[in-house]
């Protein structure tokens, strides 16, 4: 397909369907198109290990949040999914922004449509909203603060106690949150069908196999996990916790993309994942899994996908988001 047939296709494809050279030194390349277009490349845990090692900045979604506001770059390039390059757009407007896949979408962030969050709100006119960073756009514009599982509880201690809360759109990160932190708060039902899936029983079973192994888990999980987990983390937690503990083996209960970076930070350390309940690798997120190494090279070159957003709902959106960032340098939480 040429370039502009494939082009015409993005929105249809979400992504541009154009063969690479295989002979392509697509980490040179890449080097070459950052210096030449002043372009960043800001990369999840999640996504593939090879996107990783190329990116000028890892981390979780505060991390990329924070970074996607205080970069010089003219370009970021986003290797994550939909809502986390949205939230960089969302920050920095003047910036091009752009994702290797329009389809990186978030299985939590559908679980939350607009128009039945927006009915569900108007029941609790009394309750301030609080929306997880892995939401829409239009969710966060109907949201007072955004949150992420590395400041949610800094953000929960700095409103006062009485103060009723919707938290959306995760039900388990919520019901985690409530325990934490003694809060009664209302919970949209939403899921991350990826940190849903582990599986208890297998887990016990890998715990009684490998005695000695720590099992972390990230509080997207269901209860259950969480109840047996010897540390609850956000990603960043969860890494930090990895390599400083004096343990030797971990069970790992989020998304497997962690690993690498765990496995490179702590070499002699052993990392099992969790397993799911069923037989497939269905702890890795399909939607990060769709970057790949080519398609970042191409969405660079060609300066497409292209995330472009209406202004008024980037302006509705970004309010919420200064408000985490806010409570986050006031709590200490921003580098
Ligand atoms: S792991 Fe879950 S919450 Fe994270 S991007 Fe994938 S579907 Fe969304």
Excluded at 58 to 65: F, I, K, Q, T, W
Aim: hydrophobic fraction near 40%; charged fraction near 25%; include cysteine.
């Amino acid at each position: 397909m040429n370039i502009a047939e494939a082009k015409s296709k993005v929105e249809e494809k979400g992504f541009l369907d154009i063969e690479v050279d295989v002979q392509m030194d697509l980490f040179v390349e890449i080097e070459r198109l950052k210096k030449e277009k002043n372009a960043i490349v800001l990369a999840h845990y999640y996504v593939d290990g090879d996107i990783q090692d190329v990116s000028d900045f890892l981390g979780d979604s505060l991390g990329l949040a924070q970074k996607a506001q205080s970069t010089n770059a003219d370009m970021i390039v986003f290797a994550g999914v939909h809502f986390m390059a949205e939230t960089a757009k969302i920050l920095n407007p003047t910036k091009k922004v752009v994702l290797p896949d329009l389809k990186a979408g978030c299985s939590l962030a559908d679980s939350a449509p607009a128009g039945l969050f927006k009915a569900f709100k108007e029941k609790h006119p009394d309750h301030l909203v609080i929306s997880y960073i892995n939401c829409t756009s239009d969710i966060k514009a109907l949201s007072d603060i955004i949150c992420t599982s590395s400041n949610a509880e800094a953000i929960l201690h700095s409103l006062p106690k009485d103060q009723k809360v919707i938290f959306a759109p995760d039900k388990n990160l919520g019901a985690y949150l409530n325990k934490k932190t003694g809060r009664d708060m209302l919970l949209w039902s939403g899921a991350c069908m990826v940190h849903e899936i582990f599986s208890l029983e297998k887990i016990i079973k890998l715990k009684v196999r490998n005695p000695n192994a720590k099992v972390i888990a990230h509080p997207e999980c269901e209860e259950a996990v969480l109840r047996i987990a010897d540390f609850v983390g956000s990603t960043t937690q969860l890494l930090k916790y990895a390599v400083t503990d004096k343990a030797v083996e971990f069970i790992v209960a989020t998304e497997t993309g962690i690993l690498h970076q765990m496995q490179k930070d702590a070499p002699y350390k052993t990392f099992i994942p969790a397993p799911p309940n069923n037989g497939c690798a269905c702890n890795d997120c399909p939607y990060m899994k769709l970057n790949s190494i080519e398609k970042l090279y191409l969405c660079m070159e060609y300066e497409t996908p292209e995330i472009l957003m209406d202004e008024d709902l980037r302006l509705a959106a970004k309010k919420p988001i200064d408000r985490m960032l806010e409570i986050s340098r006031a709590a200490g939480l921003l580098g």
